[in-house]
């Protein structure tokens, strides 16, 4: 049971990620049978691509409950994370805040497993994305980049490679043209070009990449 909401969970956050006026922890929903969990995850999963993020906090906030209440540290950590990612879209950026510390401060205290450090991978990749979006544009770079080396020491090629395109919007903002341009280079596999570009050519060299079939991993 664990492994099959853990699998949905993860599936969820590759998928978004690409994610205080109601509480994180909320005091209902506490979950009375072994299949309960797996539907809040199956619904939060569902609200959120029909973009009814309202609905989908309140879910993943029970989610979150239920899965506390079983113990169960990693699920925990990995619905409020998606609780993080949705209360982004609606602009609730302390609780999302609330929410990523909460989850991250819980996987410090796990074992260092290949399961908790894609789930810390994921973390931090939605944690990247509330602080570019809230203006922390070199935090959130720091961030990614940590993300990256937790990816790539698990030998996860396709979450590497959607972790630098995330890295090229960051250096972006921050005026990096030539090195946003290096990274795309590098992340599609192109021979060495003359990266002293401008705004508008890292954003046609970023089309390219959309046009290579990776448009899925694109999230501005």
């Given at each position: 049971m664990r492994s099959l909401i853990l699998a949905v969970l993860l599936f969820f956050l590759s998928v978004g990620g690409v994610l205080v006026t109601t509480q994180v922890w909320a005091s209902t929903a506490i979950v009375q049978t072994q299949q309960e969990p797996l539907q809040l995850v199956e619904q939060g999963k569902s609200l959120y691509q029909?973009?009814?993020?309202?609905?989908?906090?309140?879910?993943?906030?029970?989610?979150?409950?239920?899965?506390?209440?079983?113990?169960?540290?990693?699920?925990?950590?990995?619905?409020?994370?998606n609780l993080a990612l949705t209360a982004q879209q609606l602009g609730r950026w302390e609780q999302a805040k609330k929410a990523i510390a909460t989850s991250l401060n819980i996987l410090q205290t796990q074992p260092k497993t290949p399961e908790?450090?894609?789930?810390?991978?994921?973390?931090?990749?939605?944690?990247?994305?509330?602080?570019?979006?809230?203006?922390?544009?070199e935090t959130a770079l720091a961030t990614w980049q940590q993300a990256a080396e937790i990816y790539q020491n698990l030998g996860n090629q396709n979450a590497v490679t959607k972790n630098q395109i995330n890295q090229t919007q960051a250096m972006q903002d921050?005026?990096?043209?030539?090195?946003?341009?290096?990274?795309?280079?590098?992340?599609?596999?192109?021979?060495?070009?003359?990266?002293?570009?401008?705004?508008?050519?890292?954003?046609?060299?970023?089309?390219?990449?959309?046009?290579?079939?990776?448009?899925?991993?694109?999230?501005?």
């Amino acid at each position: 049971m664990r492994s099959l909401i853990l699998a949905v969970l993860l599936f969820f956050l590759s998928v978004g990620g690409v994610l205080v006026t109601t509480q994180v922890w909320a005091s209902t929903a506490i979950v009375q049978t072994q299949q309960e969990p797996l539907q809040l995850v199956e619904q939060g999963k569902s609200l959120y691509q029909n973009r009814q993020f309202e609905s989908d906090l309140r879910v993943w906030s029970q989610a979150a409950t239920a899965l506390a209440a079983r113990e169960d540290k990693l699920n925990q950590a990995m619905a409020l994370s998606n609780l993080a990612l949705t209360a982004q879209q609606l602009g609730r950026w302390e609780q999302a805040k609330k929410a990523i510390a909460t989850s991250l401060n819980i996987l410090q205290t796990q074992p260092k497993t290949p399961e908790r450090s894609q789930i810390l991978g994921s973390t931090l990749d939605i944690q990247g994305q509330l602080q570019l979006a809230v203006g922390e544009s070199e935090t959130a770079l720091a961030t990614w980049q940590q993300a990256a080396e937790i990816y790539q020491n698990l030998g996860n090629q396709n979450a590497v490679t959607k972790n630098q395109i995330n890295q090229t919007q960051a250096m972006q903002d921050l005026g990096l043209y030539p090195m946003a341009c290096k990274t795309l280079l590098k992340t599609l596999e192109l021979d060495h070009q003359n990266c002293q570009i401008t705004k508008e050519e890292l954003q046609t060299l970023k089309k390219r990449f959309v046009n290579k079939g990776n448009s899925s991993m694109l999230k501005n």
